[in-house]
């Protein structure tokens, strides 16, 4: 239980004390009424006695009585209504409320930390005025009267006898049968006359006389002259005098409900209502009034047909209820005793003393003896009390019936004077003069008496004050008999089924154990008395019980808060919606953060409610958007209760302040970090075949890898603009920021183009929520064109039209548990600092339309306008949290955040704004194939743009066409088949003859340092217009590598005007390709033997081509046919084709693989421009009947692309010490030797049958080759995975392997080549040696020096190689030493001598070279690659 503020020891003395009646005169209740007091009234704060008192005990011991008090009230002749002591006790209750500011206790048990407010005031009054207001009863006499005091006024014209008729008329209410109460405790009850006197207004002397005639009469114990009034009441307002009466009035007491009637002449005779009133045992009516609350419309409703005691004096009792509101609302600006000084005060107090002392303790001590000596008369002296008790207590007890053994009747009815209700009084009396040794065995001897009779309403009153006056009793002799208690209380509650002294009992006993700190048990007490026919009593019955479970040793909190929230539930049904409230939220700290969602969840939709009925608005809102914010668990119907219920709640807050800023809504979640703002138009839908770019949207996902490309290719552009370095103040462009962009700058967004703001919305409940009016909420400082600003801040939705246009809405409908976005435009018509703060809606539920079960809504639900059931208009900020700092050691070890202000952008000037259209562009090719398409660039703003330039990662897959018209074709209809290449009409004679021209890679954008991803878009006059739009022919070709290939397009534009902000603007175009196999090329070049060549120089190479067919049948192609094999290089060209077939047309079908062979020669000098030059020779040679010109475009285009970007692929390149250089430097002059560059286009046509009709494709296929006798592809081979070996564990020797050029690059350093008769006829019979003139030419490859050494003998000595040589000798000198200068023929006049006829190879010299500034480390041998035979024939 809670902490009080008396202590029990206290407590019990106070709530039973010595009852006196008071009857006045009406001229006495006239003197009082002149200080808004009744007599009682006037009494009350001076009841208490400031001295002991002492009296003796039968056994003439003294006894000391300590801080007495005594109740007097005016008499009623009617037992107090139920109804209205229940309508005071919830006044009571309702009237005590927690003070404000009062700093609660906190308690900390386990991991809870609980704001508990210690004491429970209104407890305390209820308490209080319970105990004060209980009817007098006959099986106990506590507070039935003692005394009565008569009072009259000394103004009176006859006081003496106006005393006389106070005594009859007290004797007749005492004594005559019409009445039934008050109740009266002996027959013989002591008067006390009390005369008031006027000081201010009436005649102390004959108030003195008519006193000094009552002492006469009545004796000086009898009587008593009180002096009030000593100032008049319009002096009142002189001097403060203190007001003790306000604290006790204010607390509306039963007993003085007379004094707001009208005095004495209100008690009536009514013989209906008594015998109505009075129960057969005698029992007051609470017991009949057992209906439960939820019967009646509200617990504290006084209607006379609910409640039966009341059907008979409804009038009476709605009177009385209505006189108390009225007197309630009359005390408050009340002066109470405003006639009376502070000497008056003392002598109240002094009466109250002299009463007690002289009349009310000697009555006692009288009637207890007389008790005493009647109760030893009757039962004679061997059962004299005092022997009895000793009896009892020796050991000779007798067992006791158990409660349950008794019959089920409240048992018999005693007459006055039965000698048990004589004990019964004896030990009230002592009681109420706390002799609580001597009540104790009265009261023990009484519940004997009682038990044996079966009286058990009897026997429960005895047991029940018996265990409180062992617990009074001093010096603690016995412990505390709970079990008497409850006993007493089963009694009163089973047996008898009166709930009003049980409750008393619970009061009572549940104290006693607090003070023995027995919460458990006082817990359980508290909590057996709660029931339906009182909803107040269990409240507060509850809400102690919640109290002892907190304040235990080891304090229960669960339990503490879940008894919190039963008495809750129960002030709310008793009408006490504060205390509920209270409850509830003290509850709610126990069961908040603890995962118990559904409590949680009836406690705020409770606190929400309650705190609505008291017009607590903001917080009945806060409690519900507590339900909805949690991850609720509920069903969807209970959801939907809750949403409704809390839509209705706001309209009701926002009602009451129309003009206040718009409350933050809890519905449907933002995923603020998720906000996605896109600057920019909508991309536009592919038209026909006119198909737009790419560029940015919302619908794109992000992707990290290709956001670095953009941003690679932006820099890329930026840096060739800006003459090869990026500016400092560069930044990407970023049309579409999100959580994974850079957004510590503020974003620039530029004036008349739109903003869209994609929020995402997630809705948390099973009801689908529909947000209608949906709209951004923004603030803009606008900026004059001065760069002045302007401080008006528009922070209204509507803001201003000029300004900023705002998209709306009209509906947006989440479904349940739906995650949905919705994008919001915004139109920026001037310049300055656009702020976004947040969305702006209205939020409601739809009406009748539920999904069940996941099924979906019902039909009809989302067609047309939904039927809103209650919306409320909100708003909710969007405010997005920057990444955290992580850079500097402070930021490391602190948690720290950067900006984040996508939402934040600067509206810039005007900008140019293009657009781009692909028309007949291809999704799919063939690897290598040529098509050609249109693009259409269109400047929709009303800006010029210049410096348009388009940057690709893959430029061999498309191009503009060369720099000059001539080089570019503008028409494809001009040739056959409609062909995307410049083409001329041949005459069959130049079939196989090479057909040469020449073109520099400077005019097809490719040039020296130059970046070939970067292209200018030739736009004529460079600029375009605002509005106008320009095609321009493109021609693609397909990448090498089959399968899907996405290629990024990034067109850089600026404006004719620069702008300070925005140097530059880019749009985005993702092409999708997906190639097919096609033709497989591959080539391989190797030196010819013969030297012969039209100039006669040394230098011809032979090149074969194989050409494969890879292309499988599901493209629907027919058959290629090579049409034109090309060379382009700047030092070779292709001369001539020396196929042997005579097929001219070179058709290959699927899987087939042709080959060709055709002789290269150097470029004449003339041709041959210096080194740096970028000047390329092509040679073309045709196998149809046009030549398709391969220095033109797209052919030259796509062939100076891929040789760009082959020549981009990394090298590797060994890095060497400077001992070494030298070696290297020879290295790479033997390597040059077997260097070649030439390239070879192959140009074909297929031919495809696509939907019935045949189409003609076209393509070129590439091949680089750079060594001589290496074969070069195509395509890029695959490279195989490595087959899984074992780990093989070694230790690296350090050993450096010397850097030395292989035997292959060595064998090219020297070309040698032997000219002699084929076949030599000789007359072996005339001459025996025959001797043959041959001739070899030592060629050197370098552009060094090299030494030579050629060795003409046989070096083998086994007759194995004697064999294969034959027998022949060279004739002359065997060793020739050379020197041959860069690029030198020598010739060397050889003689052979043979001695037979037959075949014999002259490739027996061996020739040694080594550069001439080398040492010999490089000196090898050359070998023919081909053997040279001789037929030597005899004639």
């Known amino acids: 239980m809670a902490q009080c503020v008396q202590s029990v020891q206290e407590l019990i003395p106070d709530s039973f004390v010595p009852c006196v009646a008071a009857l006045c005169s009406d001229e006495a209740e006239r003197l009082t009424r002149l200080n808004h007091l009744s007599f009682a009234e006037l009494l009350k704060p001076f009841s208490r006695l400031t001295s002991e008192v002492h009296m003796r005990d039968p056994n003439n011991q ?40 009062l700093v609660a206790n906190v308690i900390t048990a386990g991991d809870y930390d609980l704001n508990i407010s210690a004491t429970t005031p209104w407890f305390e009054s209820y308490r209080e005025t319970f105990l004060q207001s209980m009817p007098a009863s006959d099986h106990e006499f506590l507070n039935h009267y003692l005394a009565c005091m008569l009072v009259a006024s000394s103004s009176e014209a006859e006081p003496v006898e106006q005393f006389s008729k106070l005594s009859q008329e007290q004797h007749r209410i005492q004594h005559n049968s019409d009445y039934s109460y008050p109740k009266w405790f002996i027959p013989n009850t002591l008067k006390y006359y009390v005369l008031l006197h006027d000081v201010s207004a009436g005649d102390e002397q004959r108030a003195e006389s008519i006193y000094e005639e009552m002492k006469q009469k009545y004796g000086t114990q009898g009587c008593y002259l009180l002096k009030i009034n000593s100032r008049t009441s319009n002096r009142a307002s002189d001097e403060q005098i203190p007001d003790p009466w306000s604290q006790y009035l204010q607390k509306n007491s039963i007993q003085n409900q007379e004094s707001y009637e009208d005095g004495p002449c209100t008690i009536t005779s009514n013989k209906n209502s008594d015998s109505n009133l009075l129960s057969l045992d005698g029992l007051d009516n609470e017991v009949k009034d057992g209906l439960p609350n939820n019967f009646r419309a509200h617990p504290l409703q006084l209607d006379s047909s609910s409640d039966p005691s009341n059907s008979m004096d409804g009038p009476d009792h709605v009177k009385f209820a209505s006189s108390l509101h009225e007197t309630k609302k009359a005390n408050t600006g009340i002066i109470h005793g405003a006639c009376l000084t502070l000497t008056d005060h003392d002598r109240i107090r002094q009466f109250i003393q002299e009463f007690t002392f002289r009349g009310l303790l000697p009555h006692i001590e009288k009637t207890i003896r007389q008790l005493n000596d009647q109760l030893i008369s009757r039962k004679g002296l061997s059962r004299s009390l005092f022997s009895a008790t000793k009896k009892w207590f020796s050991g000779s007890k007798v067992p006791e019936k158990s409660i349950n053994e008794l019959k089920n009747t409240s048992g018999l009815l005693y007459p006055p004077e039965a000698p048990e209700l004589q004990i019964r009084k004896m030990a009230d009396l002592c009681f109420l003069v706390q002799h609580y040794d001597l009540a104790y065995s009265c009261y023990h001897t009484a519940k004997k008496d009682f038990l044996n009779d079966q009286a058990m309403l009897y026997a429960a ?68 008395l709660t029931s339906e026919d009182s909803d107040l009593r269990s409240a507060l019955l509850l809400e102690q019980a919640a109290h002892c479970f907190i304040n235990m040793k080891s304090p229960m909190v669960r339990k503490y808060a879940f008894h919190m929230i039963l008495a809750g539930h129960r002030f709310s049904k008793a009408g006490q919606k504060k205390h509920a409230l209270r409850c509830y939220c003290q509850a709610m700290q126990v069961y908040k953060g603890k995962g118990w969602s559904l409590a949680e969840d009836h406690i705020n939709f409770t606190i929400g409610r309650q705190s609505y009925t008291l017009r607590q608005l903001d917080n009945a809102v806060s409690a519900f958007r507590h339900i909805l914010i949690n991850e609720s668990r509920q069903s969807a119907a209970q959801q939907g209760a809750f949403l409704r219920e809390y839509l209705y709640v706001y309209k009701n807050v926002s009602q009451l302040s129309p003009d206040g800023p718009l409350p933050q809504l809890p519905l449907p979640y933002i995923n603020s970090s998720a906000t996605r703002v896109f600057f920019g138009h909508d991309r536009r839908p592919a038209d026909g075949e006119k198909q737009a770019a790419t560029h940015v949207s919302l619908d794109q996902e992000y992707d990290s890898e290709s956001s670095q490309q953009w941003r690679e290719l932006e820099e890329q552009v930026v840096a060739v603009v800006n003459r090869g370095v990026i500016p400092t103040n560069f930044y990407p462009t970023q049309y579409c920021l999100n959580s994974y962009s850079d957004n510590s700058r503020f974003p620039l967004a530029v004036v008349e183009e739109p903003i869209t703001v994609e929020v995402a919305f997630r809705n948390p409940l099973k009801v689908p929520l529909l947000l209608t009016d949906l709209s951004l909420l923004w603030k803009f400082q606008r900026k004059d064109s001065s760069g002045k600003d302007n401080e008006e801040v528009k922070e209204l939705v509507t803001g201003e039209p000029v300004m900023i246009g705002t998209e709306v809405i009209s ?14 435009k915004l139109f920026p018509h001037h310049i300055g600092e656009l702020h976004i703060l947040g969305v702006v809606y209205n939020l409601g539920t739809i009406q009748g339309c539920m999904t069940v079960d996941g099924i979906g809504a019902l039909p009809g639900c989302h067609t047309g306008k939904h039927s809103l059931s209650m919306s409320v208009r909100g708003r909710q900020d969007l405010e997005i949290q920057g990444p955290r700092l992580n850079n500097t050691k402070e930021e490391k070890t602190s948690i720290k955040y950067g900006p984040d202000r996508r939402l934040d952008p600067i509206i810039t000037e005007e900008m140019p704004l293009l657009e781009v259209f692909f028309i007949h562009f291809p999704t799919g090719l063939l690897c290598g194939e040529i098509r050609k398409a249109y693009v259409e660039f269109v400047n929709v703003s009303k800006c010029p743009l210049t410096g348009l330039k388009v940057v690709s990662k893959r430029p061999e897959f498309f191009t503009f066409g060369g720099n000059t018209a001539a080089l570019t074709p503008l028409s494809p209809s001009a040739s056959e088949n409609c062909s995307a290449y410049k083409t001329v009409v041949t005459d069959s004679t130049s079939v196989c003859t090479a057909l040469v021209s020449s073109a520099s890679s400077v005019d097809f954008g490719i040039g020296i340092g130059s970046q070939p991803e970067v292209i200018p878009v030739p736009l004529p006059d460079a600029v375009l217009l605002p509005g106008a739009s320009v095609q321009l022919p493109m021609w693609l070709r397909g990448p090498d590598e089959e399968g899907v290939h996405e290629i990024n397009f990034l067109f850089y534009y600026e404006s004719v005007q620069k702008q300070p902000k925005i140097r530059h603007r880019i749009l985005r175009h993702t092409a999708v390709i997906c190639t097919s196999r096609s033709l497989n090329v591959r080539a391989t070049v190797c030196r010819s033997n013969s030297l012969e060549d039209e100039e006669g120089r040394g230098g011809n190479m032979l090149v074969f081509v194989d050409v494969e067919n890879t292309n499988t049948s599901e493209a629907g192609v027919k058959e290629f046919h090579i049409v034109q094999v090309s060379s382009s290089s700047k030092h070779w060209k292709l001369q001539k084709s020396v196929n042997l077939s005579e097929n001219k047309d070179a058709k290959l079908a699927s899987r087939e693989k042709g080959k060709f062979c055709f002789k290269a020669v150097r470029c004449r000098e003339k041709e041959v421009a210096t080194q740096f030059s970028e000047k390329y020779i092509f040679a073309d040679i045709i196998f149809g009947n046009e030549q398709i010109i391969s220095s033109a475009s797209p052919c030259a285009d796509f062939f100076y692309r891929s040789l760009s970007s082959e020549l981009k692929k990394p090298q590797a390149q060994p890095s060497v010490h400077a001992e070494k250089q030298s070696v290297e430097d020879a290295v790479r002059l033997i390597q040059k030797c077997s260097e070649v560059d030439l390239n070879i286009v192959v140009l074909w046509k297929a031919y495809v049958v696509e939907d019935s009709k045949q189409l003609i494709l076209e393509g070129q296929h590439h091949v680089i080759l750079h060594t001589i006798g290496k074969e070069a592809f195509s395509c890029p081979q695959k490279q195989e995975p490595p087959e899984m070996e074992l780990l093989k564990f070694f230790r690296p020797e350090n050993t450096t392997v010397p850097l030395r050029p292989s035997v292959e690059q060595l064998s090219n350093l020297i070309k040698t080549s032997l000219h002699y008769p084929e076949s030599f006829n000789h007359p072996f019979h005339q001459k025996s040696l025959c001797l043959v003139p041959v001739t070899l030419l030592l060629s050197n490859c370098s552009k060094a020096d090299v030494d030579v050494i050629v060795d003409l003998r046989h070096k083998t000595t086994s007759p194995e190689a004697l064999e294969i040589h034959g027998s022949f000798t060279w004739l002359g000198q065997t060793q020739y030493k050379l020197q041959l200068k860069s690029q030198e023929i020598h010739s060397l006049q050889l003689k052979a001598c043979f001695v037979h006829t037959g075949v014999y190879n002259l490739g027996t010299p061996r020739v040694f070279a080594k550069l001439s500034d080398q040492v010999t480390v490089f000196e090898t041998s050359q070998q023919n690659s081909m053997p040279a035979l001789i037929i030597i024939n005899n004639v």
């Open 62 to 101: 003294l006894h000391v009585i300590k801080n007495l008090k005594i109740a007097v009230s005016n008499i009623i002749t009617q037992p107090p209504q139920p109804g209205a002591i229940r309508k005071l006790l919830n006044d009571v209750v309702s009237g005590s409320q927690p003070a404000e500011g």
């Open 461 to 528: 009153g005895a047991l029940e004050m018996a265990a409180v006056s062992a617990f009074l009793q001093p010096g603690a002799p016995r412990p505390y008999p709970a079990h008497y208690m409850d006993t007493a209380i089963q009694t009163y509650r089973d047996i008898c089924k009166n709930m009003v002294l049980a409750e008393r009992c619970v009061l009572l006993s549940a104290e006693i154990l607090k003070s023995q700190s027995k919460y458990s048990e006082a817990a359980a007490l508290l909590i057996r």
């Open 811 to 824: 509906e947006f409908l989440i479904n349940s548990e739906e995650s949905k976005v919705a994008r919001l």
